[in-house]
């Protein structure tokens, strides 16, 4: 349910509400917050809280230091893990400067920008998210191991998987907090596990999966364990993928997905540094299903994009398989949007489909295609040499990612 500022106002009086979260993220998509008493919400609402700018990453130096929070009803969740009574909430929060404009490098107004741009030229998207994570224990002082939960692999049930509980503990709070899981597994990896959503706008898509990785966090914390949603926790062990299932329509009712997946193709090494901006987010591709060549086909998990077996048309959908969980989704879902405008309004279509195992494949055969850049330094090179990139990116979010 989405709430109003009046609402909220009166929820948070009626119902024993004694913390207020604003909750935002850095450049790089690390969620940070702020903690207001109840009585400063009418504040919050009409000119934002003030906050340090000059010590998060990517904000800037300490000379135009002093931005604002302003807090947004409609993403209003109570924290189900704090105490009953004396509840904490949280809500997301726009970033602006004290003028009241909106602050440049706010990657979550990023999105909202291009998904009014979309709007206007008729073109509604929705996102699906799919992340990866490994439970990892603890030592004897709390401190995070490389020693597995488990050594379950696929799909396996209790009592090799002892992700189970976990997964359902973390299913059920995101539930009370008004998201949709849609299923949950265990990976490939020993210790590793996959949770998906039911898809939706892409505002709130990248909303839940800020909330997602937090719930999993504590969930995980409270069990005694460390979710490490890294791109190569184990070496010679699968990687945590991030894979975004995208899926559009039309105002006149046409079958867009081609232009958008043709649109996502020609920008994919473009894209490469917001979507993998670790170092480690390299070593993943062309192993365990994911991919190093940008290609397509249909099904096919070996491929850069793949549309997915559907029952019907309501339920057709593109799935980008090479981001990780590393990759800040607001970021990540602004670019996929203004890539698949891009195809869309110049007709583009995508090659003819890889309908083959790229993994399996020689030499020969992969040199038709192009590869997704092969290092962090390569992915910077390409970006900073993209008229795409800086047309949808702020150059002090480039420079960040880049370490100018």
């Not at 799919?130 to 191991?145: A, C, K, R, S, V």
């Not at 999966?209 to 190569?232: C, W």
Request: with cysteine; aromatic share 10%; glycine share 6%.
């Amino acid at each position: 349910m989405k709430y109003s500022q009046d609402e909220v106002l009166q929820y948070v009086q009626e119902d024993d509400v004694k913390f207020i979260r604003l909750a935002f993220c850095d450049v790089f998509g690390k969620q940070k917050n702020i903690s207001i008493m109840p009585h400063e919400l009418p504040r919050a609402f009409a000119h934002g809280i003030a906050f340090d700018a000059s010590s998060i990453r990517g904000f800037g130096d300490e000379t135009h230091s002093d931005l604002f929070l302003v807090p947004q009803s409609d993403t209003l969740a109570v924290l189900p893990w704090r105490p009953e009574h004396g509840k904490v909430v949280r809500m997301y929060s726009s970033i602006v400067y004290p003028s009241g404009e909106a602050f440049p490098c706010d990657t979550r107004s990023l999105l909202i920008q291009a998904i009014h741009r979309a709007e206007r030229e008729g073109i509604q998207f929705a996102f699906g998210a799919e992340q990866e994570f490994y439970l990892f224990n603890l030592d004897e002082n709390g401190h995070p191991t490389r020693e597995p939960y488990d050594q379950a692999s696929y799909m396996d049930i209790a009592p090799e998987d002892r992700g189970e509980n976990v997964r359902r503990e973390i299913c059920l709070t995101l539930e009370q907090m008004g998201i949709r899981p849609e299923s949950s597994h265990h990976e490939e990896g020993p210790g590793q596990n996959e949770i998906d959503f039911h898809y939706s706008d892409p505002l709130t898509a990248a909303d839940n999966v800020m909330t997602f990785q937090a719930v999993v966090k504590t969930v995980a914390h409270r069990n005694g364990l460390y979710a490490d949603f890294s791109p190569k926790p184990l070496d010679g062990r699968p990687g945590n993928g991030f894979h975004i299932n995208i899926s559009v329509k039309s105002s006149d009712g046409k079958d867009l997905l081609p232009n958008v997946i043709a649109g996502i193709l020609n920008r994919a090494a473009e894209m490469t540094v917001f979507l993998n901006p670790a170092a480690e987010s390299y070593l993943r591709f062309g192993h365990d299903k994911a991919p190093r060549y940008i290609s397509w086909s249909s099904e096919n998990r070996s491929q850069l994009i793949r549309v997915p077996a559907a029952p019907s048309e309501l339920y057709r959908r593109a799935e980008l398989r090479s981001p990780d969980p590393m990759a800040n989704p607001y970021l990540a879902f602004a670019l996929i949007i203004h890539a698949g405008l891009e195809g869309i309004r110049n007709q583009a279509q995508p090659p003819a489909p890889a309908d083959f195992n790229l993994f399996r494949a020689d030499s020969e055969r992969l040199k038709a295609y192009g590869q997704i850049p092969g290092s962090r330094q390569d992915a910077c090179a390409i970006a900073m040499g993209s008229d795409f990139i800086r047309q949808h990116i702020p150059q002090a979010v480039l420079d960040s990612y880049c370490h100018l």
